[in-house]
């Protein structure tokens, strides 16, 4: 199996510079482009047998490129939403870190602010990778669209990394991570590539 894990394109909080998490923007004009050359360079080097997107704007807009350019329709799945950061979302850096402090040593289990805890994101990426994996052909083709912070969650239950390791796997506006599954194992074949933006942006 072939999976191909894609972070949306730019966003409308990424111009704003604003928590975003569960505050659901639009993609710009910008990721609308990248997202488009996302989905040409998936036609061209991959065939997907189905995609999988965050049901949050700025990742399904972007699973609707991929969608309309291989004509495969959309699975939209709330666990594939970014971290719920509860009262912070859609508020400005400075003015959450007044609001709402960090809280050093939250134990996993525990959240703070109307936030999941870390024990339930990661729980949200253990069940929707098994899920996948589970409910595939061995040859398939599978195309993920998610956000940065769920990609990493991804990684680690991928992986089986423990929750406290601490590994962080960054991903660019439209990066695309292939992982594959077979009998001898899962495998990480190219983490974070944005080739297709710096071919046609």
């Known amino acids: 199996m ?16 604003v928590h975003e998490g569960r505050a659901d923007f639009n993609l710009t004009e910008k990721g609308h482009a990248q997202a488009q050359a996302m989905a040409e360079y998936v036609k061209q080097h991959y065939s997907v047998d189905k995609i ?6 700025r990742a399904f807009q972007t699973a609707t490129h991929l969608s309309e350019e291989i004509d495969v329709p959309i699975i939209a799945d709330e666990h594939l939403m970014e971290f719920n950061n509860g009262l912070l979302a859609g508020l400005s850096f400075p003015e959450a870190d007044e609001k709402y402090p960090r809280v050093e040593n939250l134990p996993i289990h525990e959240s703070v602010y109307e936030q999941e805890s870390q024990l339930e994101f990661r729980h949200r990426a253990e069940y929707i990778l098994s899920k996948i994996i589970s409910e595939n052909a061995q040859d398939a083709t599978i195309a993920i669209v998610s956000h940065g912070g769920m990609i990493n969650q991804l990684y680690h239950a991928f992986l089986n990394l423990p929750i406290t390791s601490g590994m962080v796997f960054g991903t660019g506006d439209t990066g695309i991570h292939e992982w594959r599954v077979n009998e001898r194992g899962r495998f990480v074949i190219k983490a974070n590539s944005t080739v297709h933006t710096e071919m046609s942006l």
């Open 2 to 17: 072939v999976i191909l894990v894609i972070r949306h394109g730019e966003s409308e909080a990424d111009i704003l510079d």
């Open 52 to 57: 999988y997107a965050s049901t949050l704007k």
